[in-house]
């Protein structure tokens, strides 16, 4: 059964920084790519990084370029999203899942259950 579980989330205030975690089991983790989206409340998904497991290239989306990276552990089967600086629109609950990346943009799947990321004011 593949299950990916995320945690880190939490209530931050604006210009600090988070953590998420997202441990990856019933599948073959070099075999994909494991990336992050967010959904904030009345908005669209927006696919925030991926991840390639096997070559390490990475996306991210315009709006936390600078801010985040993301990371793999493949001995972990766990992929890291560090987030620092912090804006009230990074709110959103966060989901991990896997992804494809592309020359200038990534696809997302819906896997996780999310965790969700409040910044304050």
């Known amino acids: 059964e593949v299950q990916l579980v995320e945690s880190g989330g939490g209530l931050v205030q604006a210009g600090g920084s988070l953590r998420l975690s997202c441990a990856a089991s019933?599948?073959?983790?070099?075999?994909?790519?494991i990336g992050w989206f967010r959904q904030a409340p009345g908005k669209e998904r927006e696919g925030v990084s991926c991840?390639?497991?096997?070559?390490?290239?990475?996306y991210y989306a315009d709006s936390v370029k600078g801010r985040f990276t993301i990371s793999s552990d493949n001995a972990k089967n766990t992929v890291y999203l560090q987030m620092n600086s912090l804006k009230p629109e990074d709110t959103a609950v966060y989901y991990c899942?896997?992804?494809?990346?592309?020359?200038?943009?990534?696809?997302?799947?819906?896997w996780g259950q999310g965790t969700q990321v409040t910044v304050s004011s």
């Open positions: 899942t896997d992804c494809i990346i592309h020359a200038s943009r990534a696809d997302f799947g819906s």
């Open positions: 019933g599948f073959t983790f070099d075999d994909y790519a």
């Open positions: 991840i390639s497991s096997s070559d390490g290239s990475t």
